[in-house]
């Protein structure tokens, strides 16, 4: 079974720093792709960013490009966010979402979310 | 990048069959096959009901289906039930190498 773990959210101050970490099992992690989605209060999903299976390729939403640094380690089954420059919009429950076995873009399993809250 | 346009909200009573719509441009919706649709219960994982426009993961009920027609995707669900009562997004790829949400639907069975 797919388990997808996030973790690292909590309250930071705009203009700090985070980091998101999502722990994987139940899969042969380095084979997909995976992405973060995520939702703010009240909000509809967003698409953050997505990295390759190997993590050569990465992709941002303009609204993090800059800011947000996708990354992952396969030895250890575990994919990151380095959220830097927070913004108030940037509150929201980040989820991690694999890839399927043909496409990145198509989110087969998700974890249920850690909370970041950005506020002064 | 604007989210792709779905209504905020539809209805329909127990049994009966509803739409949702999914609106793009010609650079996102209207080029690719890629378009996805997701049911969310708040507080639950997001859960992957259609991809490629039409085609359900293993175990998904084929109650729920799917079609494009231009730059509209489109979401039908039949014999509507009780716990189909929840939010659903559609997403697709973009010519600019991202993925894109729709606003999202809140489907109320009546």
């Known amino acids: 079974e797919v388990q997808l773990l996030e973790s690292g959210g909590g309250l930071v101050q705009p203009g700090g720093s985070l980091r998101l970490s999502c722990v994987a099992s139940g899969f042969t992690f380095g084979s997909y792709a995976i992405n973060w989605v995520r939702q703010a209060p009240g909000k509809g999903l967003e698409w953050v960013s997505g990295?390759?299976?190997?993590?050569?390729?990465?992709y941002y939403a303009d609204s993090v490009k800059g800011r947000f640094t996708i990354s992952r380690d396969n030895s250890k089954n575990t994919l990151y966010l380095q959220m830097n420059s927070l913004r108030v919009e940037d509150t929201a429950a980040y989820y991690c979402?694999?890839?399927?076995?043909?496409?990145?873009?198509?989110?087969?399993?998700w974890g249920l979310g850690t909370l970041v809250t950005v506020s002064s | 990048q604007s989210a792709l346009t779905q209504p905020a909200s539809v209805s329909g009573s127990l049994g009966q069959s509803i739409t949702i719509s999914c609106t793009g441009t010609?650079?996102?919706?209207?080029?690719?096959?890629?378009v996805s649709w997701y049911q969310h219960h708040p507080g639950k994982a997001p859960k992957l009901i259609i991809y490629e426009v039409i085609k359900r993961p293993s175990g998904v009920s084929n109650r729920f289906s799917g079609s494009k027609s231009g730059n509209t995707a489109s979401l039908t669900i039949s014999g509507l039930q009780a716990e189909d009562e929840t939010d659903y997004y559609c997403?697709?790829?973009?010519?600019?190498?991202?993925?894109?949400f729709g606003g999202g639907t809140k489907l109320s069975v009546l």
């Open positions: 979402a694999m890839g399927s076995d043909n496409s990145w873009v198509v989110l087969t399993d």
């Open positions: 997403s697709s790829y973009t010519t600019s190498s991202t993925l894109l």
């Open positions: 990295i390759s299976s190997s993590g050569d390729s990465t």
């Open positions: 010609s650079s996102d919706v209207g080029r690719y096959k890629l």
